[in-house]
């Protein structure tokens, strides 16, 4: 196999003008850059990247730590990472925390074992020991999709300790709510994720300034765990149909708890939007395949992902700047489940509704209507 002192020899450089140009440890000329790329192209030359790394005191790899992998939302994330790290040049080492807080303090030290220049993670509902040895070993860190309250190590600072990149959760989920009550729903219930997850907190605070928004009472009953996985969101929804005065319209907090929600309105007989409305956080690419189609706030996942990459990269260049939360805006994606009508179906925020429902007194249900659309 050729060497460095093989692609030195044919671009007419010494071996260290190589490694410059390898390693980027050194400024080198342009013309003198591309005489060696020439050569390691005509050569077939293949750096030896564990001692560049023992050179550079870096790896060229990032890690991953995202739970639910197999979920279509943290599916597109990863697509997003993975593009941003390959074109920056670094390879990607991916870990499921299963957002277990042991299990996730071990695969993060696994992955710091394997001497990653970075990591983004998607941190548990629990992230103090995770926090506690990134912040021991000082481990450049991205934090994705899920915030960490800034008083994990201490008094309130008001400035995170680690960069963040997320999506904006509260509005997003409060026009969803609007919506809803424009339509005329008195009695809308929320699906919520796992307790302690920040997007869980903020789509909650989301649910209920729709509702002061619309004037109507915020009712904890309405408001049920769905654990941020189908089968939880199948429990929660039955628990919601089984009250004495149930919902006349759904709000599922994220995608996999979609699919929960329709299973359990499915079993007991019940059509989307004609027995119920159904409104979604979390689009997926077969939202528009679903009859009648879900009417879904879609989150800008790939850039969510590619975003993280951008910050741990500025932060690996800037170890001692301040620390930043990015959040990216959603989109209302304005389909049928809700009970608009086709013709209204776009992308953007709704039109207000031509045709409410009559609205009841907040203390009284809404009867259900019957209809063939399932």
Partial sequence: MPTMADVARSAGVSVATVSHVLNDTRPVLPHTRQAVLDAIDRLGYTPNTLARSLVTSRTRSIGLAVSAISNPYFTEILQGVEA?????????????????????????????????????????????????????????????DRLIDDHLDGPTTGTPPFDQVCAEGTESMALLVAHLAELGHRRIGLVAGLPGLSTTGERITGYRDGLSAAGLPHDERLVVPGNSESAGAEGATAALLSLAAPPTALVTANNAMTIGALRALRDRGLRVPDDIALCCFDDFAWADLFSPRLTAIAQPSREIGAQAVRVLLDRLGAPDRPARTVRLPCAFVHRTSCGCPEPLVRTGPPEPAQHPRQPGRPDQPEQPRKGSVS
């Fill in 84 to 144: 941003g790290a390959l074109e920056a040049g670094y390879s990607l080492l991916i870990a499921d925390p299963h957002d277990d807080p042991r299990h996730e303090h071990k695969v993060v030290q696994l992955l710091h074992e394997r001497r990653v220049d970075g990591m983004i993670v998607a941190p548990s509902a629990d992230p103090r020991d995770l926090v506690a040895y990134l912040g021991r070993h000082a481990v450049p860190t991205v934090f994705l």
